[in-house]
């Protein structure tokens, strides 16, 4: 789950967006995302 978490959290900051406006376009809470890149939760 790592590497998910880590693609997910380069793409994000390639990109230039917070975690919060990362979270708007994929219509998701912040603590998500912030889950996601922690690797304690994986996209559905």
């Given at each position: 789950?790592?590497?998910?978490?880590?693609?997910?959290?380069?793409?994000?900051?390639?990109?230039?967006?917070?975690?919060?406006?990362?979270?708007?376009?994929?219509?998701?809470t912040?603590?998500?995302?912030?889950?996601?890149?922690?690797?304690?939760?994986?996209?559905?």
């Open positions: 789950m790592y590497d998910i978490a880590n693609n997910i959290r380069n793409l994000r900051k390639n990109r230039g967006l917070s975690q919060e406006q990362f979270a708007q376009k994929l219509h998701v912040r603590q998500t995302v912030s889950a996601w890149e922690r690797g304690v939760a994986r996209p559905g």
